[in-house]
């Protein structure tokens, strides 16, 4: 089945510590994106990656940080310079045509304690 | 700026009580306009692509339709379990030198459909 893992799917993290969301997806899309969801609010952007060894910030990329070495793989680190990282973390991937639509992972809940 | 405001931002119908969300739109040169489908606690499945006014798309109890400032989606006869949060996004004429048109998203409208 093609589609788009997270993992994991809660996360606990403490003040000052960094931590690593792993997203990977197997539908040969060379576009995928982060994005951070809170109550009320639409999704925002945090950083995308239309290529392997590429990427780019988004709206709210301060206190996060991205790498793209696989074309398979686009984790996204929240660092401890993310003052409310609490939140629901989706990757999504696309291809790069005019029809791009973006399919979703099952997403990350991440909680600072 | 692009921007997308979703109405009413919750919807409360009885099974099989028809009814339309609103999704109203500004963006410069619309490539493209999407519904997705969020379940609580999962990622957003999606629904539709939108392309130029006047397009229209089916799925089930779902219908899209699109103008040049708003697309609504219509439910015919819903059921139980069409309750979810449906969100409404739009990706505009890509910018900064990339092919890459930014996604701007609403907050969505929470339906809740009782049996």
């Known amino acids: 089945d093609g589609g788009i893992t997270q993992s994991p799917k809660y996360l606990f993290r403490k003040e000052g510590q960094n931590v690593t969301l792993s997203c990977e997806q197997n539908l040969n899309h060379d576009a995928m994106y982060w994005y951070r969801q809170d109550p009320g609010q639409g999704l925002r952007l945090i950083y995308y990656s239309q290529i392997v060894n590429d990427f780019q910030k988004g709206d709210i990329a301060e206190g996060y940080s991205v790498s793209r070495e696989k074309k398979e793989s686009f984790p996204l680190t929240v660092t401890s310079a993310q003052k409310n990282p609490t939140a629901f973390y989706l990757c999504?991937?696309?291809?790069?045509?005019?029809?791009?639509?973006?399919?979703f992972g099952p997403g990350t809940r991440l909680t600072v304690l | 700026e692009d921007q997308v405001t979703q109405s009413p931002e919750a919807l409360r119908l009885q099974e099989g009580e028809s009814s339309s969300l609103n999704c109203s739109y500004t963006v410069s040169g619309l490539r493209g306009l999407f519904w997705y489908r969020q379940d609580p606690g999962k990622g957003p499945e999606f629904l539709f692509t939108l392309y130029s006014a006047g397009e229209e798309k089916e799925k089930e109890r779902l219908k899209a339709t699109l103008t040049k400032k708003e697309s609504f989606l219509h439910i015919t006869a819903p059921k139980p379990e069409d309750s979810a949060t449906y969100l409404c996004a739009v990706q505009g004429r890509p910018g900064g030198g990339t092919s890459y048109g930014k996604l701007t998203f609403g907050q969505g409208t929470i339906l809740t459909v009782h049996p």
């Open positions: 999504a991937s696309s291809g790069t045509g005019f029809y791009n639509e973006q399919f």
